[in-house]
């Protein structure tokens, strides 16, 4: 057997085993369980220090579901990246000698109330309960079984989830880091003081498409973003780019959001787009971008970018 097929074959097993582990049957969505089951999609290793997950693996349910298809790219394969961390640093004796670290993941369904929801299973532990009251049939207290203590959240992948799940974890200075959470808000340390991430905010992307604006020298733009913290900032941090550049010549025609319930089947639903196009130069009072125009009719070409 070569090393690539053996490489394959590992990655299809380990795949599957997560999808067991999950609950999951390859291919169908996610049924939720009922009542008594709110962890419906979870994975739980134990260890001596406990890291919280929180993960797309599964799209936003239609139809009044909570959870729709499976999420491969965005969803199992980022889970999968931080299950292989957890093996390295546990197998290395000299990384952290004697500790193993544990994991509590949780599947958010690209849902930001869901994700609140099941992510209140990593400050369950921190929630003082008064069993003083609570006695058994033979009249003697209970035995009760505390929850892990959950040290630090990786996730989530959303802006929107990152940001509903942040103004919980930070009551109980639970640190957050996100992978791919990229909304402006999230840099309000007075707000999210206990929230940081890996990847650099949409404010240098935002200043990337006032560049490129300039650049093709288009002096009437539009734009169009997925409803949310991700585009809907997108394009205010854009327009704040645009005013703080002086690109006073420069007017947004039409500024539209599209509703995530209309954009289950968009690939990526979280979009940013602009577009724009070349007018005469010899326009008289030029608008400014935060403004409101009628697109003239010397019209010369027409493109657009998408972020």
């Known amino acids: 057997m070569s090393g690539a097929s053996f490489c394959m074959e590992r990655l299809s097993f380990c795949l599957l085993l997560s999808a067991w582990s999950w609950g999951w049957a390859p291919g169908d969505a996610a049924k939720p369980k009922g009542q008594g089951y709110p962890h419906m999609n979870s994975i739980r290793i134990d260890g001596d220090i406990t890291l919280g997950g929180l993960f797309p693996v599964h799209g936003r349910g239609a ?49 930001d109330t869901h994700a609140l929801e099941q992510s209140l299973t990593f400050v369950q532990a921190l929630i003082e309960k008064d069993s003083t009251e609570v006695r058994c049939v033979n009249g003697g207290p209970p035995i009760i079984t505390k929850p892990e203590r ?35 808000d999230l840099s309000d340390n007075s707000r999210y003081d206990f929230f940081s991430r890996v990847v ?71 979009i940013c787009w602009v577009v724009g196009c ?12 935060h403004g409101a125009g009628r697109l003239p009719e010397e019209k010369t070409f027409t493109n657009s970018l998408r972020f």
């Open 200 to 270: 650099p905010s949409d404010t240098y992307q935002a200043q990337a498409m006032v560049d490129i604006v300039k650049a093709l020298k288009w002096n009437y733009v539009s734009t169009l973003a997925s409803e949310g913290s991700y585009g809907e900032s997108g394009v205010e941090a854009f327009i704040q780019k645009s005013r703080e550049d002086g690109q006073g010549g420069c007017c947004q025609l039409l500024s539209e959001s599209i509703l995530k319930s209309h954009s289950l089947n968009i690939r990526r639903p979280q």
């Open 63 to 111: 139809e009044g579901k909570a959870c729709g298809e499976l999420k491969k790219e965005k969803g199992i394969h980022r889970l999968e990246a931080m299950l292989f961390a957890l093996d390295r640093i546990n197998n290395d004796p000299d990384l952290l000698p004697n500790i193993t670290l544990g994991a509590r993941i949780l599947d958010t369904c690209s849902r």
């Open 278 to 289: 070349q007018v005469s130069a010899n326009r008289s009072n030029p608008l400014p971008l």
């Open 150 to 184: 959950v040290v630090g959240v990786i996730g989530a992948s959303g802006s929107s989830v990152s940001i509903m799940v942040a103004n919980i974890l930070r009551l109980f200075k639970i640190p957050q880091i996100s992978y791919a959470s990229t909304a402006p």
